[in-house]
């Protein structure tokens, strides 16, 4: 739904603020890059512990690049 865009507390609040009661992330490196722990791993982290909302699933990625894996020649 929202892999295009950088996940962050903001839109997790707005999401909680829809009516989400439990949180599912896909690990695509554009929507959560998961190799970034100090920045972004632990800001998602410390917005679970602050807000309560249980993280539901944590989906493991398929690609390691930002384009879903998709050969250069067709980006």
Known sequence: ???K???HPGLLDK???GGAQAI???AARQHFDYTSRKQVVNEI???FKSTGIPLH???APLY???EWGRP???R
């Open 24 to 26: 599912e992330i896909f």
């Open 15 to 17: 999401l909680v603020q």
């Open 72 to 74: 250069a020649a067709l």
């Open 1 to 3: 739904m929202l892999v």
């Open 57 to 59: 699933s944590l989906h």
């Open 45 to 47: 982290a410390d917005w």
């Open 5 to 7: 865009e950088r996940l």
């Open 64 to 66: 390691s690049d930002y």
